[in-house]
């Protein structure tokens, strides 16, 4: 079974620009997560999506964004990039029920210069 | 706000040494706990659940954790670590929601066992 899979996995941007990131789930999975994992700080909850619906947010700006594809893969979007969005983003997977364990991706890594 | 604290950010210990790593949750309704735990240069793995039932949870590579409802704590034990152990332990707790469930993450526990 592929695991949850995330692209780019390193990515260099300066301060303003914009950035997508993917994830695919694991296969029969409906729910995706994406989290924000800064130095220290732990993994901040960004978004949540079901079944192609934004199912809940994180206490993050709105140039802070998403989708979910009729395929269950999902895209995260940040605009107007922030030296402080340096970052290991993660994205995670279940069945959706939203209360199982989650199957985590191996990050990408995104640097702000 | 629902927030979860793990006590130490980082824990060094000796091979066979016994481990307790610390988790309080702030949340008042049912709960569902978790330790991940992220191995160097892999991703984050569940490492046990607790969901209902017996309090005491074992889970893999002899690691265990314990549900005190009272002291809404979920505390992480293994009897004797190894160097394999080493490796960032993070505690998470879900909780549901008007409309659905959140998991939050605790910042994490840096274990180094030596050799």
């Known amino acids: 079974e592929a695991g949850v899979t995330q692209s780019p996995t390193h990515l260099i941007k300066t301060r303003g620009q914009q950035v997508t990131l993917r994830c695919s789930p694991i296969?029969?999975?409906?729910?995706v997560y994406w989290y924000q994992q800064a130095l220290g700080l732990g993994l901040q909850f960004l978004l949540w999506?079901?079944?192609?619906?934004?199912?809940n947010r994180g206490n993050f700006p709105p140039r802070f964004s998403g989708r979910q594809f009729p395929n269950y893969s999902s895209e995260l979007n940040v605009n107007a990039l922030e030296l402080e969005d340096s970052a290991l983003y993660l994205c995670?997977?279940?069945?959706?029920?939203?209360?199982?364990?989650?199957?985590f991706g191996d990050g990408t890594r995104l640097s702000i210069l | 706000a629902q927030s979860v604290s793990q006590h130490n950010h980082h824990v060094i210990l000796s091979e066979a040494a016994s481990l307790e790593l610390g988790c309080n949750y702030s949340?008042?309704?049912?709960?569902?706990l978790f330790w991940y735990v992220q191995y160097p240069g892999q991703h984050l793995q569940l490492l046990l659940k607790?969901?209902?039932?017996?309090?005491l949870v074992k889970g893999i590579k002899g690691f265990e954790a314990e549900f005190i409802k009272s002291k809404f704590s979920f505390n992480l034990r293994k009897p004797s670590v190894q160097w394999s152990d080493t490796a960032e332990y993070f505690c998470?707790?879900?909780?549901?929601?008007?409309?659905?469930?959140?998991?939050?993450f605790g910042a994490g526990t840096r274990l180094f066992v030596k050799a």
């Open positions: 949340y008042g309704g049912t709960v569902n």
């Open positions: 999506y079901d079944e192609g619906e934004e199912r």
């Open positions: 296969s029969g999975h409906t729910s």
């Open positions: 995670a997977s279940n069945g959706g029920r939203g209360n199982q364990p989650q199957h």
């Open positions: 607790y969901f209902s039932g017996d309090p």
């Open positions: 998470a707790v879900n909780a549901g929601y008007t409309g659905g469930f959140k998991t939050i």
